[in-house]
T-cell receptor
Framework: DQQVKQNSPSLSVQEGRISILNCDYTNSMFDYFLWYKKYPAEGPTFLIS?????DKNEDGRFTVFLNKSAKHLSLHIVPSQPGDSAVYFC?????????????FGKGTTLSVSS | GAVVSQHPSRVICKSGTSVKIECRSL??????MFWYRQFPKQSLMLMAT?????????EQGVEKDKFLINHASLTLSTLTVTSAHPEDSSFYIC?????????????FGDGTRLSIL
């Protein structure tokens, strides 16, 4: 049972345009959500997060929107830059006795062309 | 800030050997460290959560005797794959969190590619 789904394996966008990466989840108990960016041969790098009680969080060119009723979140990158080309992972965070567990989607590969 | 170093980046070894992977938080104290495993074209799967000074909490289906985790200090956690077999070949990656406040992100190492011949 995949609790976090990124249904688009890839996305191609022109430089300067908006990139919209989508993520759906099934577990309504997630406490917060995060987006990570991953370059080849490197570990994921934290980008932005949003609490489950919020519907929007913005940080520079990155904005995450959360629609709890639809169990859907999206990451908007505007304007997109060639350096944004990477794999983007969406993750849901759950607090438990041991700590915070992150459940990841499979990732979406973003390609930004100049 | 928030740098996590993972070593080695790649290991190739014979079946039956044990392999140790280190995960270090370089510029912060990691109250909690996490170990993930990723199969090709799949998402990162949490294997276990370790808090400094206590036993690790393993996810369902992960053999704790197979994957030994030690979190002896606030900056170091190790994962030892004991008596490794070809099916253990995978990409292992650690992350660390300072645990200060809610909604803290995890910071990841660059991962270890383990190949068992």
């Amino acid at each position: 049972d995949q609790q976090v789904k990124q249904n688009s394996p890839s996305l191609s966008v022109q430089e300067g345009r908006i990139s919209i990466l989508n993520c759906d989840y099934t577990n309504s108990m997630f406490d917060y959500f995060l987006w990570y960016k991953k370059y080849p041969a490197e570990g994921p790098t934290f980008l932005i997060s949003i609490s489950s009680i919020k519907d929007k969080n913005e940080d520079g060119r990155f904005t995450v929107f959360l629609n709890k009723s639809a169990k859907h979140l999206s990451l908007h990158i505007v304007p997109s830059q060639p350096g944004d080309s990477a794999v983007y992972f969406c993750a849901g965070g759950l607090y438990n006795q041991a700590g915070t567990a992150l459940i990841f989607g499979k990732g979406t590969t973003l390609s930004v062309s100049s | 800030g928030a740098v996590v170093s993972q070593h080695p980046s790649r290991v190739i070894c014979k079946s039956g050997t044990s392999v140790k992977i280190e995960c270090r938080s370089l510029d912060f104290q990691a109250t909690t460290m996490f170990w993930y495993r990723q199969f090709p074209k799949q998402s990162l799967m949490l294997m276990a959560t370790s808090n400094e000074g206590s036993k690790a909490t393993y996810e369902q289906g992960v053999e704790k005797d197979k994957f030994l985790i030690n979190h002896a200090s606030l900056t170091l956690s190790t994962l030892t794959v004991t008596s490794a077999h070809p099916e253990d070949s995978s990409f292992y990656i650690c992350s660390a969190s300072s645990g200060q406040g809610q909604n803290q992100p995890q910071h990841f190492g660059d991962g270890t590619r383990l190949s068992i011949l």
